[in-house]
């Protein structure tokens, strides 16, 4: 089963690239990034800390809030 594995989302993330890079050698690829803050409070919240939230208005402050930031990286077949 997949979740009884021991596995590492950064070598899955490299074979998926290595196999695009096999199989489409031709293709031009692109990366996208974006980063995404969940805002999520509570006892219970494992790994959640304070961060800028960019998406609120703000005038002569900076805006914070409790939650997890998401970093995506993504592989743009062109």
Do not use: E, N
């Amino acid at each position: 089963m997949v979740s009884d594995a021991q596995w590492s989302i950064d070598h899955a993330g490299l074979a998926v690239y290595d196999l695009i890079r096999k199989l489409l050698p031709q293709v031009v690829v692109f990366f996208a990034g974006d980063d995404t803050l969940l805002t999520r409070r509570g006892l219970k919240m494992f790994g959640a800390g304070m961060h800028r939230d960019p998406l609120l208005p703000s005038r002569g402050f900076t805006v914070v809030r409790w939650g997890h930031c998401w970093v995506v990286l993504c592989v743009v077949i062109g």
